[in-house]
């Protein structure tokens, strides 16, 4: 079969997808490099090891949003990245919305500013975890940057400290932005102009680092999209942004990737007008939309694929809490990042579609040790 699940998949990737038995589908990612690596070798297709494919006609897809909420952004990244490149009629990365933002920032001039108002590494509350900075820069800059950030945290701290008492959000901007706070007017950088010189510098060298360093449907797409609008979102080649940021293209990418009116029973006459657009398919899988597991509705028509795989945001939500900096744990930032991943993947094999739990079941267990290949992924590779 084609990949009949994936609207943008069929129609955007073409001749690239074969014809496969079976489809491992693994949501949202969120900067969790061990919940990736254990979410590949649940699917069975791959042995990261020695590094071959072993799920026969199979295909491997990811649902996009692979940035953000965790520390662990590039690592996952170059695993997507990489298994793409090794495996490409196999294995299919969409882009999220999250990773659009990202990839803004690094390419263009003004970053992000035409999708959200400003570029989001301007975005203290939101789109870039700042530990994510330490991938970037040189192992003789850690310490400092170290340092530099468990101050940020600090602040941070405070900023959900205020939320707690307002009971509500407080965006802060990490300069002023939009008539909107700014970080540095939280302790202990407020009144203290050595310490918020010396991380702003390090902030704007820390970014261009990034930028210098540095995928289709996400979100969903609303009823009113026409054919031709998707033929638009077809493949992009390996660095082929200027398409990609070509402003008609754009424009229908981010709602692509940020639309959620397909959920709930008032999406499902939206769900029934895009397939009708697409006679071939028959079902739309999602991601953006976190929910504790994967989600059917429209009589399978549509599938929520975002069951929260990252542990960083099961622990800590919207929050950036420390990972690996010391620095002080406050409110929601003292909970502890759970070693085991949760949340589901999916296969759909023959029409039908089966949420995968984390660990395997008892039978598939006992199957594993009666062939002398029983993996034991108990053992976390990162936090």
Not at 8 to 14: D, E, F, H, N
Not at 237 to 244: H, Q, W
Not at 248 to 268: F, I, K, P, S
Request: glycine share 10%; charged share 20%.
């Amino acid at each position: 079969m084609c990949l009949k699940l994936l609207l943008l998949a069929c129609v955007g990737l073409g001749e690239r997808i074969p014809k496969v038995e079976e489809v491992f589908i693994i949501g949202d990612l969120h900067a969790d490099i061990h919940c990736a690596k254990h979410w590949v070798r649940r699917s069975g297709y791959v042995d990261l090891d020695a590094w071959t494919w072993t799920g026969g006609a199979s295909a491997l897809v990811f649902m996009g949003d692979y940035v953000d909420r965790g520390p662990f952004s590039r690592q996952v990244l170059e695993l997507v990245r990489n298994l793409t490149t090794s495996f490409p009629e196999k294995v299919f990365a969409l882009m999220g919305n999250h990773d659009l933002y990202f990839l803004a920032d690094a390419v263009l001039p003004q970053g992000a500013r035409d999708l959200m108002g400003a570029p989001v590494q301007d975005f203290s509350y939101a789109f870039i975890h700042p530990e994510e900075y330490l991938n970037w820069i040189l192992p003789g800059e850690q310490a400092e940057a170290s340092s530099k950030l468990s101050t940020l945290f600090a602040a941070l701290g405070e900023v959900y400290a205020q939320q707690r008492r307002k009971r509500g959000p407080v965006p802060v901007m990490l300069k002023e932005e939009f008539g909107q706070m700014s970080i540095f007017d939280f302790a202990p950088l407020r009144h203290n102009a050595t310490l918020s010189n010396a991380l702003n510098q390090s902030l704007h060298f820390w970014q261009r680092r990034l930028a210098r360093g540095a995928l289709f449907v996400h979100g969903g797409l609303p009823g009113k999209t026409t054919r031709e609008q998707l033929d638009m979102l077809g493949p992009l080649g390996d660095g082929d942004f200027s398409e990609l940021f070509s402003s008609g293209r754009l424009d229908l990418l981010h709602e692509a990737v940020t639309y959620r009116g397909l959920h709930g029973a008032a999406g499902c006459s939206e769900v029934d007008k895009v397939l009708d657009l697409l006679p071939d398919i028959e079902m739309i899988v999602l991601g953006h939309t976190p929910g504790e597991e994967v989600r059917r509705s429209c009589g399978n028509r549509l599938v929520s694929a975002d069951s929260a795989l990252s542990r960083y945001y099961r622990a800590y939500g919207n929050h950036y809490c420390p990972v690996q900096v010391a620095a002080e744990r406050k409110g929601a930032c003292r909970r502890t990042v759970a070693k085991q991943c949760a949340g589901q993947a999916s296969r759909l094999r023959g029409g039908q579609l089966t949420p995968v739990p984390s660990e395997p079941n008892p039978y598939e267990a006992s199957a594993k040790r009666k062939a002398g290949r029983l993996i034991s992924e108990a053992n976390a590779e990162e936090l």
